[in-house]
């Protein structure tokens, strides 16, 4: 048993979707957290006052609500020593609560990158990410960080519109809803795949190019005669045909231990130049709340979402 109190937690898009009853196998509400251990069980690999963020991939036996002043989590040694992430006390915790969708963008990356070498593409192509949300942001500053040329494409100007003006990413990045050129590559990254959006990272693609569906997905789903939400749980890899191009379709999901330590790396470290992730994503934090409010703004949010990062804190801050 390890006890853990809460200093950040993120909302994540799919926090909302459990409020709505509409997302489908996980069920890990509040679990983007960055924490004080206060208590735990001899044997377990962590300590009184270590600080810690979540990895809530880890099958453990029992976890309290993450949006509380305490957590509790129960497994064995190994499972919460997985479980548990170890973050230096140097990270200020509203950098440090981006650790986790970091973490899925990372292996997003990874991901990108098996299957284009399995493809015999280019990893320095171009790549294009549907979607300006914090996955599709998240991403993209990931393959901007490893010299990717990448560019991101909305529907809407609003989301593209805050990245700008929170200085994200430099401009050239963030390109737009229209008049985007075709693609070997796309990311699919809003928070569900709906049609229309998985037509329009197709509409994206050269013939012969690759989709890769992070989005969220519905079991039974389909694309070309592929259950697509299988092959994203499962990264799996299919050729198909869509209005008689040759295309791939690959999946990811989730992340590794490796993806953990590489997003700390990302958000402690320099990369292109004068840009840094780490302060990016500070910039993107647009609403602190108490878990009084989060109880009340959350629910009201479900459907549309926050502009931005919103974090609870569901302590008094303390002072650097």
């Given at each position: 048993?390890?006890?853990?109190?809460?200093?950040?937690?993120?909302?994540?898009?799919?926090?909302?979707?459990?409020?709505?009853?509409?997302?489908?196998?996980?069920?890990?509400?509040?679990?983007?957290?960055?924490?004080?251990?206060?208590?735990?069980?001899?044997?377990?690999?962590?300590?009184?006052?270590?600080?810690?963020?979540?990895?809530?991939?880890?099958?453990?036996?029992?976890?309290?609500?993450?949006?509380?002043?305490?957590?509790?989590?129960?497994?064995?040694?190994?499972?919460?020593?997985?479980?548990?992430?170890?973050?230096?006390?140097?990270?200020?915790?509203?950098?440090?609560?981006?650790?986790?969708?970091?973490?899925?963008?990372?292996?997003?990356?990874?991901?990108?990158?098996?299957?284009?070498?399995?493809?015999?593409?280019?990893?320095?192509?171009?790549?294009?990410?549907?979607?300006?949300?914090?996955?599709?942001?998240?991403?993209?500053?990931?393959?901007?960080?490893?010299?990717?040329?990448?560019?991101?494409?909305?529907?809407?100007?609003?989301?593209?519109?805050?990245?700008?003006?929170?200085?994200?990413?430099?401009?050239?990045?963030?390109?737009?809803?229209?008049?985007?050129?075709?693609?070997?590559?796309?990311?699919?990254?809003?928070?569900?795949?709906?049609?229309?959006?998985?037509?329009q990272a197709l509409d994206l693609l050269l013939p012969g190019g690759l989709l890769l569906l992070f989005a969220g997905t519905r079991p039974g789903m389909e694309l070309a005669g592929v259950d697509i939400d299988d092959l994203r749980r499962r990264?799996?890899?299919?050729?198909?045909?869509?209005?008689?191009?040759?295309?791939?379709?690959?999946?990811?999901?989730?992340?590794?231990?490796?993806?953990?330590?590489?997003?700390?790396?990302?958000?402690?470290?320099?990369?292109?130049?004068?840009?840094?992730?780490?302060p990016a994503v500070e910039r993107l934090v647009t609403r602190r709340m108490t878990l009084a409010q989060a109880a009340r703004l959350l629910p009201e949010h479900a459907d549309r979402g926050f502009l931005g990062k919103p974090v609870v804190v569901?302590?008094?801050?303390?002072?650097?």
């Amino acid at each position: 048993m390890v006890v853990i109190a809460p200093q950040r937690i993120g909302v994540c898009r799919s926090d909302l979707r459990e409020l709505r009853s509409d997302r489908h196998q996980r069920r890990d509400f509040g679990h983007e957290i960055v924490a004080d251990v206060v208590a735990a069980t001899k044997g377990v690999a962590v300590s009184v006052g270590q600080r810690v963020v979540l990895d809530p991939h880890p099958q453990l036996h029992t976890r309290t609500s993450g949006f509380g002043q305490l957590v509790e989590l129960s497994g064995t040694p190994d499972l919460l020593r997985d479980a548990l992430v170890p973050v230096p006390r140097t990270m200020g915790v509203d950098r440090a609560v981006f650790t986790e969708p970091l973490a899925c963008a990372c292996h997003c990356i990874e991901r990108l990158h098996t299957v284009t070498d399995e493809l015999g593409m280019d990893r320095q192509g171009p790549v294009a990410v549907v979607g300006a949300g914090m996955a599709g942001a998240l991403i993209a500053a990931g393959l901007h960080a490893s010299h990717v040329p990448v560019t991101v494409v909305n529907r809407g100007h609003e989301r593209l519109d805050f990245l700008r003006r929170r200085e994200f990413l430099p401009n050239p990045v963030l390109g737009g809803p229209d008049g985007s050129p075709l693609f070997s590559r796309t990311v699919l990254a809003t928070a569900y795949a709906e049609p229309a959006q998985i037509r329009q990272a197709l509409d994206l693609l050269l013939p012969g190019g690759l989709l890769l569906l992070f989005a969220g997905t519905r079991p039974g789903m389909e694309l070309a005669g592929v259950d697509i939400d299988d092959l994203r749980r499962r990264e799996r890899l299919a050729h198909v045909r869509v209005d008689g191009r040759p295309l791939a379709i690959a999946g990811t999901h989730g992340a590794l231990r490796t993806d953990f330590e590489h997003a700390l790396q990302l958000l402690n470290r320099a990369a292109n130049g004068e840009w840094r992730l780490g302060p990016a994503v500070e910039r993107l934090v647009t609403r602190r709340m108490t878990l009084a409010q989060a109880a009340r703004l959350l629910p009201e949010h479900a459907d549309r979402g926050f502009l931005g990062k919103p974090v609870v804190v569901p302590t008094p801050r303390r002072r650097p």
